[in-house]
């Protein structure tokens, strides 16, 4: 399934859940938590991919996402992010 096939299929199950801007490349499922509706799934790799073709480094993607995605919560439509690389592992 591709990411824009994730999001329509999303929108019809939950329209409520939260997507990120810009990110729409790394979305790669759909995910629930126990008692919750349907989120997002992204992939943190391809988040970092999506950063960098505007930032100028690996590590100033990285810094950008640790600081202004992975660390937001805005309730139970919050996308959950994947990792699926040990590249992109969890620090």
């Known amino acids: 399934m591709k990411s824009h096939e ?6 019809d199950v939950n329209p409520e859940a939260i ?7 790394a979305v790669v499922g759909i995910g629930q938590r126990c008692g919750m509706s349907p989120v997002a799934i992204y992939d943190r ?15 100033d993607a990285e810094e950008y996402f640790s ?3 992975d ?3 805005a309730g139970e439509h919050t996308p ?12």
């Open 45 to 59: 790799g391809k988040c970092i991919e999506v950063l960098m073709r505007d930032l100028a480094s690996h590590e």
């Open 71 to 73: 660390g937001c919560y």
């Open 19 to 25: 997507l990120w801007d810009g990110f729409d490349d």
């Open 6 to 11: 994730i999001l329509e299929h999303l929108s």
């Open 80 to 91: 959950i992010i994947g990792v699926f690389s040990l590249e992109g592992e969890i620090t």
């Open 67 to 69: 600081y202004n995605v």
